[in-house]
Protein backbone atom coordinates (compact mmCIF):
# COMPACT_ATOMS: atom_id res chain seq x y z
CA UNK A 1 0.00 0.00 0.00
CA UNK A 2 1.20 3.56 -0.61
CA UNK A 3 0.26 4.82 2.69
CA UNK A 4 3.21 2.94 3.95
CA UNK A 5 5.90 4.61 1.94
CA UNK A 6 4.63 7.54 4.19
CA UNK A 7 7.93 8.64 6.37
CA UNK A 8 7.59 8.34 10.45
CA UNK A 9 8.71 11.93 10.33
CA UNK A 10 5.09 12.60 8.68
CA UNK A 11 2.80 14.83 10.29
CA UNK A 12 -0.88 13.54 11.41
CA UNK A 13 -3.62 15.47 12.12
CA UNK A 14 -7.47 16.69 12.49
CA UNK A 15 -8.68 20.27 11.74
CA UNK A 16 -11.83 22.00 12.95
CA UNK A 17 -12.31 25.80 13.15
CA UNK A 18 -13.96 28.13 15.63
CA UNK A 19 -17.45 29.03 14.16
CA UNK A 20 -18.09 25.51 13.03
CA UNK A 21 -17.49 24.33 16.76
CA UNK A 22 -17.39 26.45 19.43
CA UNK A 23 -20.77 28.14 20.12
CA UNK A 24 -20.73 29.99 23.09
CA UNK A 25 -21.23 32.91 20.32
CA UNK A 26 -22.23 35.57 23.75
CA UNK A 27 -19.59 34.85 25.89
CA UNK A 28 -16.59 35.90 27.74
CA UNK A 29 -16.61 39.29 25.70
CA UNK A 30 -17.38 37.50 22.41
CA UNK A 31 -19.13 40.09 19.96
CA UNK A 32 -20.77 39.27 16.69
CA UNK A 33 -18.81 38.00 13.72
CA UNK A 34 -20.10 37.94 10.30
CA UNK A 35 -21.35 34.76 10.23
CA UNK A 36 -23.44 35.35 13.27
CA UNK A 37 -25.11 38.11 11.28
CA UNK A 38 -25.60 35.95 7.92
CA UNK A 39 -26.91 33.09 9.50
CA UNK A 40 -29.73 35.50 10.25
CA UNK A 41 -30.81 36.40 6.83
CA UNK A 42 -33.72 34.79 5.89
CA UNK A 43 -32.84 31.89 3.13
CA UNK A 44 -29.07 31.92 3.61
CA UNK A 45 -28.46 29.28 5.21
CA UNK A 46 -30.22 25.76 5.53
CA UNK A 47 -33.00 25.05 8.03
CA UNK A 48 -31.94 28.24 9.23
CA UNK A 49 -29.35 26.91 11.19
CA UNK A 50 -26.33 29.27 12.93
CA UNK A 51 -23.69 28.56 15.09
CA UNK A 52 -24.57 29.67 18.30
CA UNK A 53 -24.20 25.95 19.99
CA UNK A 54 -22.37 24.39 17.47
CA UNK A 55 -21.02 21.31 19.04
CA UNK A 56 -20.59 23.28 22.08
CA UNK A 57 -16.59 22.84 22.11
CA UNK A 58 -15.79 25.59 24.09
CA UNK A 59 -17.74 23.87 26.96
CA UNK A 60 -16.38 20.64 26.67
CA UNK A 61 -12.83 21.52 25.18
CA UNK A 62 -11.20 18.98 27.08
CA UNK A 63 -12.92 15.71 26.34
CA UNK A 64 -12.15 17.04 22.49
CA UNK A 65 -8.65 17.01 23.10
CA UNK A 66 -8.62 13.43 24.53
CA UNK A 67 -10.95 12.10 21.30
CA UNK A 68 -7.68 13.40 19.54
CA UNK A 69 -4.94 12.43 21.78
CA UNK A 70 -6.92 8.92 21.42
CA UNK A 71 -6.64 8.35 17.86
CA UNK A 72 -3.21 9.04 18.50
CA UNK A 73 -2.68 12.50 16.11
CA UNK A 74 -0.04 14.51 16.61
CA UNK A 75 -1.43 17.61 15.41
CA UNK A 76 -4.53 19.59 15.95
CA UNK A 77 -5.24 22.34 13.74
CA UNK A 78 -8.08 24.53 14.61
CA UNK A 79 -8.28 28.14 14.23
CA UNK A 80 -8.76 31.34 16.71
CA UNK A 81 -11.88 33.47 16.91
CA UNK A 82 -11.09 37.07 16.12
CA UNK A 83 -13.97 38.78 17.99
CA UNK A 84 -13.52 36.35 21.03
CA UNK A 85 -9.96 37.61 21.79
CA UNK A 86 -10.08 41.19 20.01
CA UNK A 87 -13.81 42.21 20.31
CA UNK A 88 -15.18 44.38 17.75
CA UNK A 89 -11.87 44.02 15.72
CA UNK A 90 -9.54 46.74 17.17
CA UNK A 91 -8.59 47.64 20.01
CA UNK A 92 -6.98 45.57 23.25
CA UNK A 93 -7.14 41.92 23.59
CA UNK A 94 -9.91 40.82 25.59
CA UNK A 95 -7.91 38.26 28.01
CA UNK A 96 -11.31 36.07 28.69
CA UNK A 97 -11.24 35.30 24.82
CA UNK A 98 -7.57 34.56 24.86
CA UNK A 99 -8.01 32.50 27.97
CA UNK A 100 -9.90 29.41 26.07
CA UNK A 101 -6.98 29.36 23.71
CA UNK A 102 -4.62 29.71 26.41
CA UNK A 103 -6.32 26.33 27.74
CA UNK A 104 -6.50 24.67 25.10
CA UNK A 105 -3.00 24.90 23.95
CA UNK A 106 -2.07 23.57 27.71
CA UNK A 107 -4.68 21.01 27.12
CA UNK A 108 -3.17 19.86 23.82
CA UNK A 109 0.37 19.88 25.15
CA UNK A 110 -0.19 18.24 27.84
CA UNK A 111 -1.43 15.32 25.75
CA UNK A 112 1.24 15.21 23.43
CA UNK A 113 -0.28 17.13 20.55
CA UNK A 114 1.19 19.95 18.64
CA UNK A 115 -1.04 22.64 18.24
CA UNK A 116 -1.47 24.07 14.90
CA UNK A 117 -3.11 27.57 14.69
CA UNK A 118 -5.34 29.53 12.34
CA UNK A 119 -5.50 32.67 12.41
CA UNK A 120 -8.64 33.44 10.04
CA UNK A 121 -11.02 30.46 9.55
CA UNK A 122 -14.10 33.13 8.00
CA UNK A 123 -15.38 34.79 11.56
CA UNK A 124 -14.41 38.79 10.59
CA UNK A 125 -15.97 40.98 13.42
CA UNK A 126 -18.97 42.09 12.19
CA UNK A 127 -17.90 46.07 13.11
CA UNK A 128 -14.77 45.46 10.71
CA UNK A 129 -17.60 44.75 8.07
CA UNK A 130 -19.72 47.76 8.35
CA UNK A 131 -16.42 49.58 7.99
CA UNK A 132 -16.26 48.24 4.45
CA UNK A 133 -14.90 44.42 5.47
CA UNK A 134 -12.33 42.95 3.18
CA UNK A 135 -12.74 44.42 0.39
CA UNK A 136 -11.92 47.63 1.84
CA UNK A 137 -7.73 47.85 2.44
CA UNK A 138 -7.85 49.14 6.33
CA UNK A 139 -9.24 45.45 6.76
CA UNK A 140 -5.56 43.95 6.13
CA UNK A 141 -4.01 46.10 8.56
CA UNK A 142 -6.61 45.04 11.12
CA UNK A 143 -5.53 41.77 10.40
CA UNK A 144 -2.19 42.07 11.31
CA UNK A 145 -2.34 44.04 14.50
CA UNK A 146 -4.85 40.68 15.54
CA UNK A 147 -2.15 38.70 14.52
CA UNK A 148 0.39 40.14 16.40
CA UNK A 149 -2.01 40.04 19.81
CA UNK A 150 -2.68 36.45 19.19
CA UNK A 151 0.57 35.98 18.61
CA UNK A 152 1.52 37.57 22.51
CA UNK A 153 -0.36 35.47 23.97
CA UNK A 154 0.56 32.11 22.27
CA UNK A 155 3.79 32.19 20.27
CA UNK A 156 5.32 31.04 23.33
CA UNK A 157 3.93 27.47 22.72
CA UNK A 158 2.50 27.11 19.13
CA UNK A 159 5.27 26.83 16.93
CA UNK A 160 2.95 26.78 13.24
CA UNK A 161 0.84 29.47 12.60
CA UNK A 162 -1.49 29.66 9.35
CA UNK A 163 -2.69 33.12 8.65
CA UNK A 164 -5.63 32.57 6.22
CA UNK A 165 -7.79 29.82 5.82
CA UNK A 166 -9.17 29.57 2.04
CA UNK A 167 -8.77 33.38 0.61
CA UNK A 168 -10.75 32.50 -2.33
CA UNK A 169 -13.65 31.00 0.10
CA UNK A 170 -13.63 34.11 1.96
CA UNK A 171 -13.07 36.54 -1.28
CA UNK A 172 -15.26 34.92 -3.50
CA UNK A 173 -18.23 33.05 -1.82
CA UNK A 174 -18.18 36.03 0.18
CA UNK A 175 -18.39 39.01 -1.52
CA UNK A 176 -18.76 37.89 -5.11
CA UNK A 177 -21.22 34.96 -5.50
CA UNK A 178 -22.90 35.60 -1.98
CA UNK A 179 -23.07 31.75 -0.86
CA UNK A 180 -21.02 32.97 2.40
CA UNK A 181 -20.92 35.79 5.15
CA UNK A 182 -21.34 38.67 4.26
CA UNK A 183 -22.93 37.65 1.44
CA UNK A 184 -21.97 40.36 -1.29
CA UNK A 185 -22.33 39.65 -5.10
CA UNK A 186 -20.27 42.01 -6.82
CA UNK A 187 -17.04 40.68 -8.94
CA UNK A 188 -15.05 43.50 -8.12
CA UNK A 189 -15.58 43.68 -3.86
CA UNK A 190 -14.65 40.09 -4.33
CA UNK A 191 -11.12 41.06 -6.11
CA UNK A 192 -10.66 43.31 -3.96
CA UNK A 193 -11.41 41.30 -0.88
CA UNK A 194 -8.48 38.78 -2.55
CA UNK A 195 -5.95 41.26 -2.56
CA UNK A 196 -6.93 42.65 0.67
CA UNK A 197 -6.51 38.84 2.49
CA UNK A 198 -3.56 38.37 0.53
CA UNK A 199 -2.03 41.82 2.09
CA UNK A 200 -3.23 41.25 5.50
CA UNK A 201 -1.07 37.42 5.13
CA UNK A 202 1.93 39.02 3.99
CA UNK A 203 1.45 41.59 6.74
CA UNK A 204 1.13 39.32 9.48
CA UNK A 205 3.67 37.05 8.50
CA UNK A 206 5.83 39.55 8.82
CA UNK A 207 4.89 40.75 12.20
CA UNK A 208 4.87 37.56 13.36
CA UNK A 209 8.43 36.42 12.29
CA UNK A 210 9.65 40.16 13.65
CA UNK A 211 8.14 39.08 16.81
CA UNK A 212 8.99 35.40 17.32
CA UNK A 213 11.81 34.78 20.27
CA UNK A 214 12.49 30.81 18.80
CA UNK A 215 11.34 29.26 14.94
CA UNK A 216 8.17 28.82 14.11
CA UNK A 217 6.66 27.80 10.98
CA UNK A 218 4.54 30.33 8.95
CA UNK A 219 2.31 29.44 5.75
CA UNK A 220 -1.25 30.26 4.22
CA UNK A 221 -3.80 27.55 3.57
CA UNK A 222 -5.51 27.47 0.10
CA UNK A 223 -8.45 25.20 -1.41
CA UNK A 224 -6.81 23.97 -4.69
CA UNK A 225 -9.08 21.95 -7.12
CA UNK A 226 -7.53 20.57 -10.84
CA UNK A 227 -9.46 22.12 -13.66
CA UNK A 228 -9.03 19.63 -16.89
CA UNK A 229 -10.76 20.87 -20.20
CA UNK A 230 -13.58 18.74 -21.15
CA UNK A 231 -12.19 18.46 -24.46
CA UNK A 232 -8.93 19.48 -26.10
CA UNK A 233 -10.67 22.14 -28.01
CA UNK A 234 -9.16 25.62 -27.71
CA UNK A 235 -12.53 26.71 -26.04
CA UNK A 236 -12.10 24.24 -23.09
CA UNK A 237 -8.92 24.81 -22.91
CA UNK A 238 -9.28 28.36 -22.50
CA UNK A 239 -12.38 27.54 -19.96
CA UNK A 240 -9.88 25.03 -18.05
CA UNK A 241 -7.13 27.66 -17.85
CA UNK A 242 -9.34 30.65 -16.77
CA UNK A 243 -11.00 28.34 -13.95
CA UNK A 244 -7.42 27.17 -12.75
CA UNK A 245 -6.12 31.02 -12.93
CA UNK A 246 -9.26 32.47 -11.10
CA UNK A 247 -9.20 29.45 -8.51
CA UNK A 248 -5.63 28.35 -7.81
CA UNK A 249 -3.27 30.25 -9.82
CA UNK A 250 -4.99 34.04 -8.34
CA UNK A 251 -3.72 33.00 -4.80
CA UNK A 252 -0.20 31.28 -5.74
CA UNK A 253 1.23 33.35 -7.84
CA UNK A 254 1.17 36.25 -6.22
CA UNK A 255 2.28 34.24 -2.72
CA UNK A 256 4.69 32.19 -4.21
CA UNK A 257 5.50 34.02 -7.22
CA UNK A 258 5.53 38.04 -6.62
CA UNK A 259 3.31 38.62 -9.26
CA UNK A 260 -0.58 38.01 -10.36
CA UNK A 261 -0.96 36.04 -13.56
CA UNK A 262 -1.24 38.16 -15.91
CA UNK A 263 -3.73 36.01 -18.17
CA UNK A 264 -6.28 36.44 -14.85
CA UNK A 265 -5.76 39.57 -14.41
CA UNK A 266 -6.73 40.40 -18.37
CA UNK A 267 -10.12 38.22 -17.97
CA UNK A 268 -10.80 40.54 -14.94
CA UNK A 269 -10.32 43.39 -16.88
CA UNK A 270 -12.34 42.37 -19.68
CA UNK A 271 -15.03 42.62 -17.00
CA UNK A 272 -14.01 45.83 -15.83
CA UNK A 273 -12.32 44.68 -12.82
CA UNK A 274 -8.33 45.83 -11.53
CA UNK A 275 -6.92 44.34 -8.67
CA UNK A 276 -6.09 47.68 -6.23
CA UNK A 277 -2.90 47.38 -6.51
CA UNK A 278 -0.64 49.78 -4.31
CA UNK A 279 3.34 50.46 -4.85
CA UNK A 280 5.19 47.80 -2.35
CA UNK A 281 1.96 45.53 -2.02
CA UNK A 282 3.36 42.31 -4.12
CA UNK A 283 6.94 42.28 -2.06
CA UNK A 284 4.65 42.06 0.87
CA UNK A 285 2.44 39.57 -0.09
CA UNK A 286 5.12 37.49 -1.50
CA UNK A 287 6.99 37.48 2.48
CA UNK A 288 8.82 34.07 2.01
CA UNK A 289 6.79 31.41 3.74
CA UNK A 290 7.54 27.62 5.70
CA UNK A 291 4.54 25.87 4.16
CA UNK A 292 1.63 25.79 1.96
CA UNK A 293 -1.28 24.28 3.54
CA UNK A 294 -2.95 22.32 1.04
CA UNK A 295 -6.96 21.69 1.17
CA UNK A 296 -8.45 19.66 -1.41
CA UNK A 297 -11.65 17.86 -1.91
CA UNK A 298 -12.99 17.89 -5.35
CA UNK A 299 -11.64 17.78 -8.98
CA UNK A 300 -13.62 19.64 -11.64
CA UNK A 301 -13.96 19.51 -15.22
CA UNK A 302 -14.65 22.64 -17.70
CA UNK A 303 -15.90 23.55 -21.35
CA UNK A 304 -15.98 26.74 -22.87
CA UNK A 305 -19.02 25.51 -25.13
CA UNK A 306 -22.46 25.76 -24.03
CA UNK A 307 -25.27 22.83 -24.39
CA UNK A 308 -26.36 24.62 -27.82
CA UNK A 309 -22.49 24.40 -28.57
CA UNK A 310 -22.21 28.03 -28.62
CA UNK A 311 -18.63 29.73 -27.23
CA UNK A 312 -20.21 33.50 -26.19
CA UNK A 313 -23.32 33.89 -23.87
CA UNK A 314 -26.11 36.47 -25.03
CA UNK A 315 -23.82 39.04 -23.79
CA UNK A 316 -20.79 38.02 -25.44
CA UNK A 317 -18.92 36.74 -22.96
CA UNK A 318 -16.92 33.30 -23.58
CA UNK A 319 -18.86 30.64 -22.00
CA UNK A 320 -17.50 29.15 -18.69
CA UNK A 321 -19.15 25.91 -17.44
CA UNK A 322 -18.52 22.89 -15.58
CA UNK A 323 -19.55 19.58 -16.60
CA UNK A 324 -20.54 16.75 -14.61
CA UNK A 325 -18.75 13.61 -15.10
CA UNK A 326 -20.39 10.38 -14.42
CA UNK A 327 -18.06 9.98 -11.24
CA UNK A 328 -19.14 8.87 -8.13
CA UNK A 329 -20.26 11.68 -5.22
CA UNK A 330 -20.36 13.01 -1.62
CA UNK A 331 -23.36 14.07 -0.29
CA UNK A 332 -22.06 17.64 -1.11
CA UNK A 333 -22.33 16.30 -4.80
CA UNK A 334 -19.03 16.76 -5.06
CA UNK A 335 -16.69 14.34 -7.59
CA UNK A 336 -14.53 11.91 -6.12
CA UNK A 337 -11.69 12.03 -7.81
CA UNK A 338 -8.67 11.23 -5.77
CA UNK A 339 -6.08 10.68 -9.04
CA UNK A 340 -6.66 14.48 -9.05
CA UNK A 341 -5.19 15.25 -6.00
CA UNK A 342 -2.14 13.57 -7.33
CA UNK A 343 -1.75 15.45 -10.04
CA UNK A 344 -2.63 18.74 -8.18
CA UNK A 345 0.16 18.03 -5.90
CA UNK A 346 2.67 16.84 -8.19
CA UNK A 347 1.88 19.79 -10.50
CA UNK A 348 2.37 22.27 -7.24
CA UNK A 349 5.76 20.98 -6.79
CA UNK A 350 6.80 21.23 -10.18
CA UNK A 351 5.32 25.08 -10.30
CA UNK A 352 5.86 25.90 -7.20
CA UNK A 353 9.15 24.70 -5.82
CA UNK A 354 10.83 25.03 -2.75
CA UNK A 355 7.80 24.94 -0.15
CA UNK A 356 6.94 22.41 2.20
CA UNK A 357 3.62 21.45 1.73
CA UNK A 358 0.51 19.97 4.59
CA UNK A 359 -2.66 18.56 3.51
CA UNK A 360 -4.11 20.48 6.36
CA UNK A 361 -7.82 19.83 5.39
CA UNK A 362 -9.43 16.23 3.29
CA UNK A 363 -12.32 14.49 3.79
CA UNK A 364 -15.98 13.94 2.98
CA UNK A 365 -19.71 13.99 3.87
CA UNK A 366 -21.98 11.19 3.55
CA UNK A 367 -25.43 10.32 4.78
CA UNK A 368 -23.91 9.03 7.97
CA UNK A 369 -26.83 6.20 9.54
CA UNK A 370 -25.93 5.66 12.88
CA UNK A 371 -27.01 2.22 14.81
CA UNK A 372 -28.95 2.42 18.20
CA UNK A 373 -25.60 3.08 20.24
CA UNK A 374 -24.84 5.86 17.49
CA UNK A 375 -21.97 4.14 15.93
CA UNK A 376 -21.27 4.97 12.53
CA UNK A 377 -20.21 2.00 10.05
CA UNK A 378 -19.24 4.74 7.36
CA UNK A 379 -17.19 2.61 4.76
CA UNK A 380 -17.65 5.80 2.21
CA UNK A 381 -15.50 7.57 4.31
CA UNK A 382 -13.27 5.09 5.15
CA UNK A 383 -12.63 4.16 1.61
CA UNK A 384 -12.48 7.88 0.69
CA UNK A 385 -10.17 8.68 2.95
CA UNK A 386 -7.81 5.65 2.09
CA UNK A 387 -7.83 6.42 -1.55
CA UNK A 388 -6.95 10.31 -0.92
CA UNK A 389 -3.99 9.40 1.70
CA UNK A 390 -2.65 6.93 -1.50
CA UNK A 391 -3.06 9.63 -3.45
CA UNK A 392 -0.59 12.20 -1.29
CA UNK A 393 1.81 8.93 -0.76
CA UNK A 394 1.33 8.52 -4.22
CA UNK A 395 2.64 12.36 -4.95
CA UNK A 396 4.91 12.42 -2.48
CA UNK A 397 6.95 9.17 -3.94
CA UNK A 398 7.07 11.23 -7.58
CA UNK A 399 8.93 14.43 -5.68
CA UNK A 400 6.72 16.62 -4.31
CA UNK A 401 7.70 18.17 -0.50
CA UNK A 402 4.84 16.51 1.66
CA UNK A 403 5.06 16.63 5.17
CA UNK A 404 1.67 15.51 6.63
CA UNK A 405 -2.06 15.06 6.82
CA UNK A 406 -5.04 16.34 8.68
CA UNK A 407 -8.30 15.30 8.26
CA UNK A 408 -11.44 17.42 7.62
CA UNK A 409 -13.16 16.89 10.74
CA UNK A 410 -13.13 16.06 13.75
CA UNK A 411 -16.39 16.43 14.59
CA UNK A 412 -19.56 16.64 12.54
CA UNK A 413 -20.04 20.47 12.44
CA UNK A 414 -21.72 23.80 11.38
CA UNK A 415 -20.92 23.06 7.50
CA UNK A 416 -21.29 26.89 6.80
CA UNK A 417 -24.61 27.74 4.10
CA UNK A 418 -25.43 23.80 4.37
CA UNK A 419 -25.99 24.05 8.27
CA UNK A 420 -25.45 20.95 10.27
CA UNK A 421 -27.11 18.79 7.42
CA UNK A 422 -23.34 18.17 5.89
CA UNK A 423 -21.49 15.97 7.89
CA UNK A 424 -17.66 16.00 7.71
CA UNK A 425 -16.58 13.93 11.27
CA UNK A 426 -14.72 11.47 11.69
CA UNK A 427 -16.72 11.56 15.18
CA UNK A 428 -20.41 11.87 15.13
CA UNK A 429 -22.36 14.43 17.37
CA UNK A 430 -25.42 14.14 18.30
CA UNK A 431 -27.02 17.31 18.60
CA UNK A 432 -29.34 16.61 20.54
CA UNK A 433 -27.23 15.46 23.64
CA UNK A 434 -23.76 16.69 22.43
CA UNK A 435 -22.88 12.78 22.74
CA UNK A 436 -19.34 12.21 20.40
CA UNK A 437 -19.15 8.68 19.04
CA UNK A 438 -15.96 8.18 17.25
CA UNK A 439 -16.99 6.79 13.78
CA UNK A 440 -15.72 3.48 12.05
CA UNK A 441 -13.39 6.19 9.82
CA UNK A 442 -11.26 7.26 13.29
CA UNK A 443 -10.74 4.01 14.12
CA UNK A 444 -9.48 3.58 10.60
CA UNK A 445 -7.14 6.62 10.97
CA UNK A 446 -5.98 5.55 14.17
CA UNK A 447 -4.96 1.94 13.28
CA UNK A 448 -3.63 3.39 9.67
CA UNK A 449 -1.20 6.13 11.53
CA UNK A 450 -0.29 3.65 14.11
CA UNK A 451 0.75 1.12 11.44
CA UNK A 452 2.39 3.46 9.41
CA UNK A 453 4.14 4.94 12.35
CA UNK A 454 5.15 1.35 12.84
CA UNK A 455 3.79 1.01 15.92
CA UNK A 456 1.75 -1.54 15.47
C1 LIG B 1 -13.50 23.92 3.48
C2 LIG B 1 -13.51 24.74 4.74
C3 LIG B 1 -13.94 24.00 5.96
C4 LIG B 1 -15.04 23.00 5.67
C5 LIG B 1 -14.69 22.15 4.48
C6 LIG B 1 -15.72 21.11 4.15
O1 LIG B 1 -13.71 24.75 2.39
O2 LIG B 1 -12.23 25.26 5.00
O3 LIG B 1 -14.29 24.92 6.96
O4 LIG B 1 -16.24 23.67 5.52
O5 LIG B 1 -14.49 22.96 3.37
Not at 66 to 77: N, P, S, V
Request: net charge negative.
Amino acid sequence: DPIDTLPPTFRWGVATSSYQIEGAVAEDGRTPSIWDTFCRVPGAVANGDHGDVACDHYHRMPEDVALIADLGLDTYRFSVAWPRVQPGGRGPANPAGLAFYDRLVDELLGRGVDPWVTLYHWDLPQELEDAGGWPNRDTAYRFADYAELVFAALGDRVRTWTTLNEPWCSAMLGYAYGDHAPGRRDLGDGIAAAHHLLLGHGLATRRLRAAAQSPIELGLTVNLSTADPATDSAADRDAARAADGLGNRLYLDPVLRGAYPQDVVADLAAEGVRIPVQDGDLEVIATPIDVLGVNYYFGQLHSGVDEQGRERDDDGRPVRRVVRRDLPRTAMDWEIVPESFTDLLVRLHRDYPGVPMVITENGAAFDDKPDAEGFVADDDRVDYLTEHLRAVARARQAGADLRGYFAWSLLDNFEWAYGYDKRFGIVRVDYETQRRTPKRSALWYRDTVRRVRGQR
